[in-house]
């Protein structure tokens, strides 16, 4: 959201938390200079980490860091050593400063004696925001579209394991994964058991990354409570296409820019449930030639495609989602600490609304 004041009281700047208390607000504590795009928060965050790792490496206790700089999303920013030295302005800089972050955090495991105990599995949440490019956003390189979307440029991000000792140097695979998975493969790894009184999405990918297996496994694509695309090895059958609405394109939002591929990157929300498009990932990472559906190339990836999409509806619970209504009154006006810090806002009465997501 964008910066606002406390005498706006529109919404209240993001509250900034150490372990379950607030220590501040961005903007505020935590300042962010829009205009140099200046912030030291990610060598406050890096410090933070660093003394959370000494504190259990003293006490000999295991541990679970999740570390999330937030420095490559809009408002980018970096702190004053990285501005200005990377060659590709402001989100570079970023970049940069991440980079480096995550060097410090590996070289402190080192000097802790820890590298061989710990794994660590660096990734992100989504593929670079184009909309907010080329200054405020990154590249997706051959993939198509970025972030909001369902193609590859959206959801597809790097991966990268490390493990000295358990999970050779340089090797690459080829597995499927998603986030999610990062869940059953940490509980599997540290000898605990998957809770048995729920659905559990995610995997356990340990045998991936210590005995180089490969796993047979579908993504599915969604967006909202749409099955929008699924991908079974080199495969990806798009059932919806949709990059943003008319409305929110003609106003200069663009989620695809200069990428657009004739009625693949609608506009429109257009339904493929009968047909789907079907793109060979290996030839073609871009998404821009959809296999004839005449060919037998389609005819037998769509026979195994489909038993695998109609499996995952049967076995699929239905929950009321979480995004459906917006209230302004939910926002973080009290967080937990603020009568410490004398930050504590009023908030509006809870009114609470259906929203509307253009994208």
Request: proline share 7%.
């Amino acid at each position: 959201p964008p910066p606002c004041t406390q005498r706006t009281l529109d919404r209240p700047n993001i509250p900034v938390y150490k372990d379950s208390q607030m220590v501040g607000r961005y903007y505020e504590e935590f300042e962010i200079n829009v205009k140099t795009g200046e912030s030291n928060l990610t060598q406050i965050y890096l410090e933070e980490s660093l003394l959370f790792l000494r504190a259990h490496a003293k006490a000999q206790q295991p541990f679970f860091l999740y570390w999330a700089v937030d420095a490559t999303h809009a408002p980018v920013y970096a702190s004053k050593s990285f501005l200005g030295r990377s060659q590709r302005g402001r989100y570079g800089d970023a970049v940069m400063e991440l980079d480096h972050s995550v060097g410090v955090i590996l070289d402190e495991l080192r000097t802790l004696g820890l590298a061989e105990d710990t794994l660590v599995f660096f990734t992100s949440d989504n593929g670079a925001a184009l909309v907010s490019a080329p200054t405020q956003g990154g590249s997706n390189g051959p993939f198509l579209c970025g972030k909001e979307t369902t193609f590859e440029g959206g959801m597809r991000e790097p991966a990268i394991a490390w493990w000295p000792g358990r999970i050779p140097a340089g090797t690459v695979s080829q597995q499927l994964g998603n986030i999610m998975d990062l869940f059953t493969t940490s509980l599997a790894l540290a000898g605990l058991p998957v809770p048995e009184d729920r659905i559990i999405d995610g995997l356990d990918l340990s045998p991936v990354l210590l005995n180089s297996s490969l796993i047979d496994r579908p993504i599915f694509y969604y967006r909202g409570n749409e099955l929008m695309a699924v991908r079974l090895g080199l495969y990806k059958a798009h059932y919806w296409t949709w990059s943003n609405s008319w409305e929110e394109f003609h106003k200069g939002v663009n989620f695809c820019p200069g990428e657009e591929v004739d009625g693949v990157t609608t506009h429109d929300q257009k339904e493929h449930t009968m047909q789907p498009l079907i793109f060979h990932l290996g030839r073609d990472p871009g998404e821009k030639f959809p296999i004839s559906v005449l060919s037998e190339e389609y005819r037998t990836a769509l026979q195994n495609i489909s038993p695998v999409v109609e499996r995952h509806k049967k076995n699929l619970v239905v929950a009321v989602p979480q995004l459906n209504m917006c209230d302004l009154a939910v926002m973080n006006w009290t967080p937990a600490g603020c009568e410490k810090l004398g930050k504590c806002l009023k908030g509006p009465k809870s009114q609470p609304w259906k929203c509307d997501w253009p994208h």
